[in-house]
């Protein structure tokens, strides 16, 4: 089928030693491996091209395409827990699909990590020609967008001086609002700001790179202040047209910790006629609080003055269950991740759900980040997340975009 479709070079292995030493002689596109009950290598695979990636053996990741029998295999209840939650009652019997003998929801969190480890893994759900050709469609596309996006090591001669530069004096910085929408009614709720930065030599530099380096300077409350003066400014365009939403600004907790910070931040917004409580501040985890007594405190007096606190990013980071079980905020966030694979892996409906009812249990409200397909919209409704943020509702817009975008919703 491969060869009839005009695939190739084509080589063939049947063991995973074999396959080692192949890739270390050139790069590879695509590697398709059956999954079948006798031989572990098709799931073994995916940690030996990680291992040869992270020692440099392995200029180019290739994709994986994992192929085999499917069957339905009978998973009966033992009676040893309470827990009903997508499983059969006791008694009662389920049937669990598989592939090669393996769970498929076992794959689908298998293939999940790889892809966070920079690996592309496409279940054969079908085994015909039309598949294959889909799934190295896939492939391609993520080879192109992986060449296209630049390498982080492009920046790396960012000098410190140019993002003092840029922070004192503004120049190439700006500042975009992404607009939040109640799901059902799909009315704007609430936007949140977000930083750009237009570097003169390597153009548009990412937040992802541009926050560390913020932060490691020790500019965070720098940078805090200039977005803050961009939403105040926005809060009073909105107030001018009667437009009552909140507008969500990010801040790292050592941000959020420093002195007087409550107070400064509220005597602002009373001076220029604002109420508090349009003031939403999303706790992101790129700098963790070591002192959670503090983080406590400084949270506890910013939401005594009004302020809004949102947890930004649930459910990635190693510290954000601790902060959600220990200190009250008025919304959680979900990751995008776990938001964008909701189409893609059958067991990401359950941990969204979770996440939902654990939130709701702690009286926060919950916001959808990252919603990149309208298909899964109503999903995330049903899930009972009500708000949500994304490209497939609107991407970050600047100031007199959002302005405009905001009296058309009306
Ligand atoms: P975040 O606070 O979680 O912001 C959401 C990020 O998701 C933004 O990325 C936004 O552009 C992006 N996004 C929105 N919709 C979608 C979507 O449908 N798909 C995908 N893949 N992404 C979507 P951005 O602007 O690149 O910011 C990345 C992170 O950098 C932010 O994550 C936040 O932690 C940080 N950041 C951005 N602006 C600021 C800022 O002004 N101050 C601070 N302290 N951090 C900021
Ligand atoms: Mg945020
Ligand atoms: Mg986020």
Not at 188 to 195: N, P, Q, R
Not at 265 to 283: F, I, S
Not at 320 to 337: A, P, Q
């Amino acid at each position: 089928m491969l060869a009839t479709n005009g695939i190739k070079p084509l080589a063939s292995f049947t063991t995973l030693g074999e396959l080692e030493v192949y890739l270390s002689k050139g790069s590879v596109d695509v590697i398709i491996c059956q999954i079948c009950p006798a031989c572990e290598a098709g799931l073994l695979l995916l940690s030996v091209l990680n291992r040869m990636h992270k020692s440099g053996k392995l200029e180019q990741l290739p994709s994986v395409f994992w192929s085999g029998e499917t069957s339905m295999i009978e998973l009966a209840r033992r009676g040893d827990d309470n827990c009903t939650f997508g499983l059969p009652a006791i008694g009662q019997t389920a049937w669990i699909k598989c592939m090669g003998g393996v769970a498929m929801t076992a794959l689908e969190s298998l293939a999940r990590l790889a892809k966070a480890a920079g690996i592309h893994v496409e279940i054969l759900h079908q085994c015909g020609a039309i598949a294959l050709n889909d799934a190295f469609r896939a492939a391609l596309l993520i080879h192109a967008k992986n060449d296209a996006e630049p390498a982080q090591a492009t920046f790396d001669s960012l000098a410190e001086d140019e993002i003092i530069s840029a922070l004192t004096t503004g120049e190439g910085l700006r500042f975009v609002f992404q607009p939040q929408f109640d799901l059902l009614s799909r009315r704007v709720v609430g936007a949140e700001a977000l930083v750009r930065w237009k570097h003169q030599r390597f153009g548009d530099i990412p937040p992802s790179v541009m926050i560390p380096l913020v932060n490691h300077l020790g500019l965070d409350l720098l940078l805090f202040s200039l977005v803050e003066m961009w939403a105040i400014k926005v809060m009073l365009a909105l107030k001018h047209e009667n437009y009552r939403i909140p507008i969500a600004v990010n801040a790292s907790a050592k941000t959020l910790c420093t002195p007087q910070f409550a107070e400064r931040l509220a005597a602002r917004m009373h001076g220029v006629g604002l109420p508090t409580h349009l003031l939403k501040l999303e706790l992101t985890e790129d700098v963790p609080e070591p002192d959670e007594l503090l983080l406590s405190a400084a949270l506890t007096a910013i939401r005594a003055k009004g302020f809004q606190i949102s947890l930004d990013d649930f459910g990635v980071g190693a510290a954000t269950m601790n902060l959600l079980v220990n200190i009250s905020f008025d919304e959680v966030k979900i990751d995008g991740s776990f938001v964008r694979a909701l189409g893609e892996y059958s067991s990401s409906g359950k941990v969204i759900s979770g996440f939902i009812n654990w939130a709701r249990l702690l009286t926060s409200n919950v916001v959808a980040e990252g919603i990149e397909d309208e298909s899964t919209i109503p999903m995330l409704h049903r899930l009972g997340c009500r708000v949500g943020q994304g490209y497939a509702l609107a991407h970050p817009m600047e100031f007199d975009d959002f302005m405009v975008f905001m009296k058309k919703q009306n």
